[in-house]
């Protein structure tokens, strides 16, 4: 059993800051890829950055620049500092982390329920 608890969403001005936290705990051996990912009303869910477990990130074009996610291994964590937020920032951020469970070493594709964000102009 692997659970994903993420925090950090609310109600932010245009142009202000959030900080998004994913915490994941239970039959974990290793965590891979750690990602966000984010969905607005009547659109896709889109991917927003990843990192790799050696560090490497990749962000969406439209939040480069603004957003940087970085990742705590030793906590099992993942978080997503948001800067310059725009209305545009406004969805539904979830985590999405690639692990190895303990014991049988199967890989878990999981998913965070979400925290949303709400940006106002």
């Known amino acids: 059993q692997v659970q994903l608890v993420e925090s950090g969403g609310g109600l932010v001005q245009s142009g202000g800051s959030l900080r998004l936290s994913c915490a994941a705990s239970?039959?974990?051996?290793?965590?891979?890829?750690m990602s966000w990912y984010r969905q607005a009303p009547g659109k896709q869910r889109e991917l927003v950055a990843s990192?790799?477990?050696?560090?490497?990130?990749d962000y969406a074009d439209s939040v480069k620049g603004r957003f940087t996610i970085s990742r705590d291994n030793a906590k099992n964590m993942v978080y997503l500092q948001m800067n310059s937020l725009n209305p545009e920032d406004t969805a539904v951020y979830y985590c999405?982390?690639?692990?190895?469970?303990?014991?049988?070493?199967?890989?878990?594709?999981?998913w965070g329920r979400g925290t949303l964000v709400t940006v106002s102009s």
């Open positions: 239970g039959s974990i051996f290793r965590i891979d890829t």
């Open positions: 990192i790799f477990r050696g560090g490497t990130t």
């Open positions: 999405n982390l690639g692990i190895i469970q303990a014991r049988e070493f199967t890989y878990l594709d999981a």
